[in-house]
C-alpha cells in the first residue's frame, strides 16, 4: 500500500520560510517522479514543483520559480520542498504526489492526471 504524508506546514508572515517534507512508504521511492501542488480555498489544484526519478531534473511553477526549492533524499524515502520569500498567495494546502505510470522515466509530468498516488496535505498559511 504505497502512502504518502505530508508534514512542515503552518502559520506565518509574509517573507518567512517554511520546509515542507513528504515521507514516502509503499513504494520505490527513487523510481518514481515526486511532486508537490497546491490547492487555495476555492480554486483548483495546481503544481507547484516536480523532481524527477533521480533528481537529476527539476520543473517549477513560474509563480515560485527563484523562492521554493523542491529535493528528494531517495535514501530516507523523503521529499522535500523549502519555501522562502513566503506570499499570503502561498497560503493553500500543499499536497505531494508520486507518478507510478512514468517510474524510472525522464519525462516530467505537471498534470493532476499524470500522478497516481496523492498524500492528504498539509496547510500552510502566510498572513500580510
Known amino acids: 500500500q504505497v502512502r504518502l504524508v505530508e508534514s512542515g506546514g503552518g502559520l506565518v508572515q509574509a517573507g518567512d520560510s517554511l520546509r515542507l517534507s513528504c515521507a514516502a512508504s509503499?513504494?520505490?521511492?527513487?523510481?518514481?517522479?515526486i511532486a508537490w501542488f497546491r490547492q487555495a480555498p476555492g480554486k483548483e489544484r495546481e503544481f507547484v514543483a516536480l523532481?524527477?526519478?533521480?533528481?537529476?531534473?527539476?520543473n517549477y511553477a513560474d509563480s515560485v520559480k527563484g523562492r521554493f526549492t523542491i529535493s528528494r533524499d531517495n535514501a530516507k524515502n523523503t521529499l522535500y520542498l523549502q519555501m522562502n520569500i513566503l506570499k499570503p498567495d502561498d497560503t493553500a494546502v500543499y499536497y505531494c504526489a508520486a507518478s507510478f505510470r512514468y517510474a524510472s522515466s525522464s519525462y516530467q509530468p505537471t498534470r493532476i492526471y499524470e500522478y497516481d498516488y496523492w498524500g492528504q496535505g498539509t496547510q500552510v498559511s502566510v498572513s500580510s
Open positions: 523532481s524527477n526519478w533521480i533528481g537529476s531534473s527539476r
Open positions: 509503499g513504494l520505490t521511492f527513487r523510481n518514481y517522479p
